[in-house]
């Protein structure tokens, strides 16, 4: 069953990207993800917690802004 002539055709085979491309971004997707994962893990420690890692408040926000910055600009 269509659900209408103009988009019939389509499917994600449709855009045709590289292999390539796709994973890498997939990829940097991931990596993205994990770092802000651990951002905000420390971003929700206590002074203590920090300091027994060997970190202050001001580091996780360096951090947290490291991570939020676009991949371009890093």
Do not use: C, K, T
């Not at 069953?1 to 055709?9: E, G, Q």
């Not at 580091?59 to 947290?64: A, G, K, L, P, Y």
């Amino acid at each position: 069953m269509f659900a209408s002539p103009a988009i019939a055709h389509l499917s994600f085979s449709a855009v045709l990207l590289p292999r390539g491309i796709l994973l890498r971004s997939l990829l940097q997707l991931e990596a993205w993800l994990d770092a802000r994962r651990s951002a905000r893990a420390l971003y929700f420690m206590d002074d203590r917690g920090l300091s027994d890692l060997g970190l202050s408040r001001s580091d996780v926000e360096r951090i947290n802004a490291d991570v939020n910055r676009p991949a371009g600009l890093a």
